[in-house]
């Protein structure tokens, strides 16, 4: 489902170059939850911008079923983000203005498709996620975890092939983040899916099928996570 080949990513910085990645090379398969973690400035935000087609290697290569990412031209690039990426952030970003069903629905208004063919399916991945009774809502009117399952059905409006999960629970309760992390796993195992979450919670971390561990911008291990040691002081 996603490859990433020797890639490296570089950034100006003062007069010199920083290295936020180093020659990463891993592959997420179809059907894999997994856990990208690491202190602050390890460059997990960066491996998952260059997942989400956000950001472009300085060199490497990234496949993403079945499309080198690196062929594409802006428009292309942009397409790739809208029907096979989607995307799960730690503060939710729903419009505030819109109901739950509205803010799931909004991906595919984006992409063209009727709003009167589309409210039928937003509702149905609410009812997947566990709030369907709450479609006519507003964000104001929900909780963190409603909002984050929300979130998460807007994710798959459009049937992504992958999942891109920023720091999921960061904003939520333990339990909540406890729920909503297996929710992604759901969603990973019994969908089919690519579900890759960047997190500094290391119990959400032990619910996944696979951890990638980074450190200035290397990866320090890549395993199933009942094979990666305990990290010492604030590797994650």
């Known amino acids: 489902m996603l490859e990433l ?13 920083a290295t936020a990645l180093d020659g990463v090379s891993l592959t997420v398969g179809e059907g894999e939850f997994v856990s990208v973690a690491g202190p602050s400035g390890a460059g997990k935000s960066t491996l998952l911008h260059l997942l989400g087609a956000l950001d472009s290697p300085t060199s490497g290569k990234i496949v993403l079923d079945g499309q080198a990412l690196q062929d594409l031209d802006d428009d292309a690039l942009a397409e790739v983000r809208r029907r096979k990426c989607g995307f799960v952030f730690q503060f939710f970003n729903l419009l505030p203005m819109l109901s739950a069903w509205e803010n799931v629905a909004l991906p595919a208004l984006l992409d063209g498709t009727r709003l009167s063919r589309v409210r039928a399916r937003a509702i149905d991945l609410l009812d997947e996620v566990g709030v369907a009774d709450r479609a006519t809502h507003r964000p104001a009117e929900l909780s963190g975890g ?49 579900v890759v979450m960047v997190t500094h919670d290391r119990s959400a971390v032990a619910l996944t099928d696979r951890t990638v561990l980074l450190r200035d911008g290397v990866v320090i291990a890549d395993a199933p996570v009942h094979m990666v040691a305990e990290p010492a002081g604030d590797e994650w």
């Open 5 to 17: 080949q020797n890639v490296t990513r570089q950034y100006s910085s003062g007069g010199g170059v």
């Open 146 to 194: 409603q909002m984050q399952r929300v979130a998460i059905a807007r994710a798959l409006i459009n049937q992504p092939a992958i999942i891109l999960a920023d720091e999921p629970t960061g904003n939520l309760d333990s339990v909540t983040g406890e729920q909503i992390v297996k929710l992604l796993a759901g969603i990973a195992h019994g969908g089919g899916r690519a």
